[in-house]
């Protein structure tokens, strides 16, 4: 728990400007953020930046880690697992960096397409997938609710494309984001009633280039869609993309081995943070070397 002094409930923000559950404050956080799940991941690709400005990991395990790439100030977030780390992050985020704010997820993924534990897959939309409690306490309906596809960011993704594309084949497709590992990603088993056997099936009849499975790209998306100015004037000031490394193959029924995730992430770390940069002209006027101050 934090022991920081908190005034408001509405945007809970320490008296010295640090948000709640990241624990990050202006000038501590770059305009171009690469995302993150495992905070290994996150270590791994910061060797990749030339300085690093300031690191902390806060009391509910976001790991933050900023320096410059390139001579461009990026930040590497690692959220953990699932939709509401991934709503945590962008909102505290947006509350602490003025101006367009560009957003890479670096993720893991099922594949329910060709590609194969290893294989790179960049999003081109991401739909959401929810267990529908109704369907469990009545019977009535769909078990699952399949939401439309959201786009992410054309340039943003071009150049994610462009980038990892150099040094890896790219498979192209739209993401499920389920709100579970187990049951809304359609996996099947015997301690509990998920009535989930033909959800692979009608996700792929609702979004035939659904192409993998995982669990924050939808939120990533959606919040970039909804997103408003850092003043409330001007729309969509978050711009998001997504590139995942398939560690589990749904039809095949494998996984990835460590040895083989560190080099691909290693692999195309660089490539990413190059994506990130790739419009260098738009930085925060927030960050400055003394970031960790
Ligand atoms: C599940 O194992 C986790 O892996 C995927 C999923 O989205 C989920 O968070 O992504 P990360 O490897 O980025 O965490
Ligand atoms: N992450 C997921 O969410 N699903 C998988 O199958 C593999 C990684």
Not at 223 to 246: F, H, I, K, M, Y
Request: proline residues 4%; aromatic residues 6%.
């Amino acid at each position: 728990m934090t022991n920081e002094l908190i005034t408001s409930a509405n945007k809970p923000v320490s008296v010295d400007g640090k948000t709640y559950h990241v624990e990050i404050k202006r000038g501590q956080v770059a305009n171009r953020i690469l995302t993150v799940g495992d905070p290994s991941r996150a270590r791994l690709i910061s060797k990749r930046l030339d300085k690093i400005l300031f690191a902390h990991e806060s009391h509910r395990g976001f790991l933050t880690i900023t320096g410059i790439y390139r001579n461009v100030p990026v930040s590497i977030v690692a959220i953990g697992m699932g939709l509401s780390m991934m709503d945590f992050f962008v909102r505290e985020a947006r509350m602490v960096v003025s101006g367009p704010l560009s957003i890479i997820r670096l993720g893991s993924c099922g594949s329910i397409c060709s590609a194969q534990p290893g294989d790179v897959i960049v999003a081109s939309g991401a739909f959401g997938i929810g267990r529908n409690y109704e369907f469990f306490s009545t019977r009535q309906g769909d078990p699952y609710i399949i939401w439309p596809l959201v786009k992410p960011d054309e340039r943003l993704t071009g150049c994610l494309r462009q980038a990892v594309g150099k040094i890896s084949e790219v498979f192209d497709g739209d993401v499920g984001n389920a709100d579970s590992f187990y049951g809304s990603q359609g996996r099947t088993g015997d301690d509990f009633d998920d009535a989930n056997g033909a959800l692979l099936q009608r996700i792929h009849e609702t979004h035939p280039r659904a192409a993998a499975l995982e669990m924050e790209s939808h939120m990533l998306f959606h919040l970039a869609e909804v997103s408003t100015g850092a003043n409330g004037d001007q729309p969509r000031s978050v711009r998001a993309a997504c590139a995942l490394v398939v560690f589990a193959d749904r039809s095949g029924n494998t996984f990835i081995c460590p040895e083989k995730s560190t080099q691909v992430f290693g692999d195309i770390a660089s490539a990413v943070l190059d994506a990130l940069i790739a419009d260098a002209s738009e930085q925060t006027a927030d960050m400055h070397p003394a970031a960790g101050s």
